[in-house]
T-cell receptor, first 114, second 114 residues
Framework: AQKVTQAQTEISVVEKEDVTLDCVYE???????LFWYKQPPSGELVFLIR??????QNEISGRYSWNFQKSTSSFNFTITASQVVDSAVYFC???????????FGTGTRLTIIP | EAGVAQSPRYKIIEKRQSVAFWCNPI?????LYWYQQILGQGPKLLIQ????????DSQLPKDRFSAERLKGVDSTLKIQPAKLEDSAVYLC????????????FGQGTRLTVV
């Protein structure tokens, strides 16, 4: 069975600060995918990134970066120089090869204080 | 490209009543998902369709929930009779095909059962 844990329920930071959202996952499968989604107040889930289990390279996209470490089963997400528009609930999710079902964590509510 | 469309956005019903939600996926997407998101939790898959066939409905409470995708395009999810614990946001998502793990989500239908 798959499990995703996001221990941080809520985080508040002042604008322009850096913030890291933690994600720890469990799976017995050797091939799997990890995701981050953003859920703004409007409700839809916005896809941010997908990584497969064979690619442990960290990734940077603008102010966003992701750190994938198989040794600790973690896939953490960092926002650099946070902005008010980053305020949302962020979900980490997992799927396994051949099964597209997403297993989500409970989410981290991020509030950026102007 | 139009996104995943869902209606209604909000619905309030009394317990034991019935309700139906509608979803129109992105044009050309063969795979369609319904997720249930209870307040404070991550989304949980209810049912997955591939064209008009069911791939996974293992977490669908079949005594009260039903879903169909008769022509392999839009889909309806029905609850009959509703219980208080069905209060949640119901999210529809679609992807191009099985194995395409990038799913696009609609804005959801927020159901309140009183």
């Amino acid at each position: 069975a798959q499990k995703v844990t996001q221990a941080q329920t809520e985080i508040s930071v002042v604008e322009k600060e850096d913030v890291t959202l933690d994600c720890v996952y469990e799976t017995r499968d050797t091939t799997y995918y990890l995701f981050w989604y953003k859920q703004p107040p409007s409700g839809e889930l916005v896809f941010l990134i997908r990584r497969n289990s064979f690619d442990e390279q960290n990734e940077i996209s603008g102010r966003y970066s992701w750190n994938f470490q198989k040794s600790t089963s973690s896939f953490n997400f960092t926002i650099t120089a946070s902005q008010v528009v980053d305020s949302a609930v962020y979900f980490c999710a997992l799927s396994t090869y051949g099964n597209e079902k997403l297993t989500f964590g409970t989410g981290t509510r991020l509030t950026i204080i102007p | 490209e139009a996104g995943v469309a869902q209606s209604p956005r909000y619905k309030i019903i009394e317990k034991r009543q019935s309700v139906a939600f509608w979803c129109n996926p992105i044009s050309g997407h063969a795979t369609l998902y319904w997720y249930q998101q209870i307040l404070g939790q991550g989304p949980k898959l209810l049912i997955q369709f591939q064209n008009n066939g069911v791939v996974d409905d293992s977490q669908l409470p079949k005594d009260r929930f039903s879903a169909e995708r008769l022509k392999g395009v839009d889909s309806t999810l029905k609850i009959q009779p509703a219980k208080l614990e069905d209060s949640a946001v119901y999210l529809c998502a679609s992807s191009f095909d099985r194995g395409d793990t990038e799913a696009f989500f609609g804005q959801g239908t927020r159901l309140t059962v009183v």
